[in-house]
Structure formats: C-alpha cells, structure tokens
C-alpha cells in the first residue's frame, strides 16, 4: 500500500498538546518549576488555537 497518512493542523496539534503536557508534567516532578511553567504556558496556547477552529486547514 502507498498512501500515507497526512494528518491535518488540528490532529498535529493535539498531539503536541499532549506531548507538552508530558513534558511539562515531567519538569515539575525535577523541580524544573520555569520550565514546567513554560510548557503549561505552550500547551494552553494550542489548546486554546484548538479549542476555537483556528486550525481547521490542512498543513
């Protein structure tokens, strides 16, 4: 089979929502509280982009 999978902006996006989340979750159990809080910051940002269809096109 030669198709491939081409996700769209909201599907990528959701993913790195989640993968910050992560990430961030990992930075407060080191005490990395400014890191933590940076990646919280990020992940609100895409949730927020999400949240209100600004990412309903294709790549």
């Known amino acids: 089979m030669n198709e491939s999978y ?3 902006k909201a599907e990528i ?3 790195i929502e989640r993968m910050v989340a992560e990430l961030a979750g990992l930075a407060r159990a080191s005490r990395l509280e400014m890191l933590a809080y940076l990646l919280d910051i990020a ?3 895409v949730a927020a982009r999400i949240a ?3 990412l ?3 790549r």
């Open 6 to 8: 081409d996700p769209t």
């Open 13 to 15: 996006a959701t993913y």
């Open 43 to 45: 992940r609100e940002e």
């Open 52 to 54: 209100d269809g600004r």
């Open 56 to 58: 309903a096109a294709r």
